[in-house]
């Protein structure tokens, strides 16, 4: 996989779980966590403190995903995703 600016995950495939837990998310304005197309069979969005920038999920694909509305970034995208079944 090459590499990618913080927090950007466009287009990438996790065969296994993708662990997001106790960690921070600050861009405010920004991009907090890009994951545009991002597929994963496991996805942990557990951070340490409420996100501060835009998550953006958009066409994802996902297995499992565990999170925490409570810590939600105020601007989070869903558009066309989907939790596998």
């Known amino acids: 996989m090459g ?3 913080r927090g950007e995950w466009p287009r990438t495939r ?12 600050i861009n405010p304005g920004g991009i907090a966590l890009g994951a545009v197309a991002l597929q994963a069979a496991e ?10 920038g ?6 994802a694909k996902f297995g ?3 999170d925490d509305p409570a810590r ?5 995208r869903f558009d066309a995703a989907v939790l596998l079944r």
Do not use: E, K, M
Not at 15 to 24: I, K, N, P, S
Not at 43 to 52: G, N
Not at 54 to 59: A, D, E, G, I, L
């Open 72 to 76: 939600w970034s105020t601007n989070i």
């Open 43 to 52: 996805f942990s969005l557990l951070p340490a403190q409420p996100v501060d």
């Open 14 to 25: 996790i065969g296994g779980h993708a662990d997001l837990r106790q960690v921070t998310l």
């Open 64 to 66: 499992v995903l565990r």
């Open 3 to 5: 590499a990618f600016p």
């Open 54 to 59: 835009t998550v953006n999920f958009s066409h």
